[in-house]
């Protein structure tokens, strides 16, 4: 399995290149501010071909390149539908003060050619990868994670959002916003909600398995088991019933 991450624009999202190995088809996760020169880097150094791009959600810092890294590959977005307004209106995601501040240079924001909606509980099967959509709202009403059984094998070296994980995990997960290494996302952004970001937590996060890693959309990577047992926002959650992949 490949992977390569690193963080993109001023918020410094964490944009993932995910691929079953390297010099084949591969997926983008949240290609962000300034994503594409990056982007383009990685598909170059290791032969990869962008067919899809996955959107953990529609917040500006996590979507602002699709539509160049999606023209560039004739790649296919995934979204989930809450959220998709956002590909061509991401102001309504933000407050209206961050606008002036954000988008200065006049950019342009539309749907790619081709966007695809995601569900709760599906399975994408892109680029030789499966991956299992969990609906995680709380931090905007159509943010998801994506998990996919994880192989050791050539992660990008040098990448400050990516290390080889232990080879017992069982699976990658591709949180977005919903959980960080010692905290969890914001809800106080429009479509933001508190009590919705806790049950997607119970409900989601806690009855998986402590040896997942995830990746999330800021920050270092970390694992299921360590913020179970170190994370003060998880602490108190009653798990949902056990899930696996």
Known sequence: MFVAGFPTGVFAANCYVVAAEAGAECVVVDPGQDAAPAVAEVVREHGLRPIAVLLTHGHLDHMWSVLPVCGSYDAVCWVHPADRRLLADPLNGLP???AGALLGGGETFAEPD?????????????????LTVDHTP??????????????????????????????DAPELMFGGDLLFAGSIGRTDLPGGDHPTMLRSLADKVLPLDDRIVVLPGHGDQTTIGRERQNNPFLKGLVPGPARSG
């Open 96 to 98: 209206p003060e961050w």
């Open 114 to 130: 081709e966007v695809r909606e995601l569900a709760d509980g599906a399975t994408v099967e892109v680029a030789g990868l499966n």
């Open 138 to 167: 709380g931090h905007t009403s159509g943010s998801v994670t994506f998990r996919t059984p994880y192989s050791p094998g050539a992660g990008r070296r040098g990448s400050t959002a990516w290390t080889e994980p232990a080879a």
